[in-house]
């Protein structure tokens, strides 16, 4: 059975590599835990391009632009709202969203983190964490999407580090 994608919102999002084969990731604004950790992630302008689109959200969101492709999932990643979520986008008639992902490596330094460089902020924190901890620090509903992500990108990961 194929999903009928029409029915998702168009979405990028993005895993930025630390050049140890850690990623970024961002505390949401306002969300409480523990469940409130994700990537940067944005829709997609009429026109667009996803690259483009990945770009900015990735500027918008974290204050930082300077990164170099490293690939992208094939293809969309869908989730779905929960059932009863009250969002703005659910609201607007959207089943969910549909994803490319991006994985770029950043060029920069943790300096060139802004968070509220882009009013009004999406994160009210970050830190550099393991590709592999990414899904069990999203909302649940997203879990699947994440899960898809870590597949696709784990070859540019680090492997956490076990403590002896």
Partial sequence: MTQDLSLYRPNVG?????????VW????MHTPGPYNW????GGVDPGEELEAAARRELAEETGASSA???GRTEGWVAYDFPQGHG??????GWKGQKQVWFAFSFDGEDAD???GAHPPPEFDAWRWAYLAEAAQLIVPFKRQA?????EAFG????APSRKA
């Fill in 14 to 22: 993005v895993v930025l590599f630390h050049g140890d084969g850690r």
């Fill in 25 to 28: 990731l961002g505390r949401r």
């Fill in 38 to 41: 994700q990537f940067p992630q």
């Fill in 68 to 70: 170099s492709l490293l």
């Fill in 87 to 92: 969002g703005s986008k659910a609201l607007r």
């Fill in 113 to 115: 983190f802004d968070l």
């Fill in 146 to 150: 994440y899960e898809q992500v870590v």
């Fill in 155 to 158: 070859v540019f990961a680090a």
